[in-house]
């Protein structure tokens, strides 16, 4: 819960879902698909978080958490959706995350948002609701993506 404090965000004891948006974010270097790890912003060792499997995700907390838990900011797998889930309606950024991950850009990086480049502070892009984001390190992928996949939440 350090880095999602660090991020400026105040973990909370347990999910809300008053505000709840559904970002997707890929990462290729040198073409090759980077997993968005499953657990980002959730303290995957509390008794109160669940764990599922197939695929391995993380949340489930039907009671309060002890201590703080999870961030409103955070991954419940690894299928690249990062969700807001907040009492406020408060909007999360693309940096906001990359510090919850502890993860930094290189500054060669390329960021596209819905398919088209971004060449602006990348810590700014707004975590909208199905937007779609994609991190490029080194050589693109044959394809950058452009839309919010579907059958992901």
């Known amino acids: 819960m350090g880095l999602a404090r660090k991020a400026g965000l105040e973990p909370l004891r347990i999910e809300s879902l008053q505000f709840h948006v559904h ?3 890929d990462v290729f270097e040198d073409g ?3 997993v968005v ?3 980002i912003g959730i303290d995957i ?3 109160g978080v669940k764990r599922f499997e197939d695929p391995v995700a993380y949340g489930g907390i039907e009671q ?10 955070h991954t419940h797998d690894s ?3 990062i969700h807001t889930e907040s009492p406020t309606p408060t909007p999360n950024t ?5 510090i919850e991950w502890a993860v930094e850009l290189p500054s060669d990086a390329k960021v596209y948002i819905d398919g088209e480049e971004f060449t602006g502070d990348v810590a700014s892009i707004e975590l909208a609701d199905r937007r779609e984001i994609a991190i490029v390190i080194g050589e693109p992928p044959s394809a950058i993506p452009s839309r919010f ?3 992901v939440e």
């Open 149 to 151: 996949p579907p059958g």
């Open 79 to 81: 299928n690249g959706v």
């Open 94 to 98: 693309l940096g906001q995350f990359l």
């Open 45 to 47: 060792t509390d008794p």
């Open 64 to 73: 309060p958490c002890a201590d703080a838990c999870i961030s409103p900011l």
């Open 23 to 25: 970002a997707h974010l």
């Open 37 to 39: 790890p499953a657990g």
């Open 32 to 34: 090759r698909p980077i």
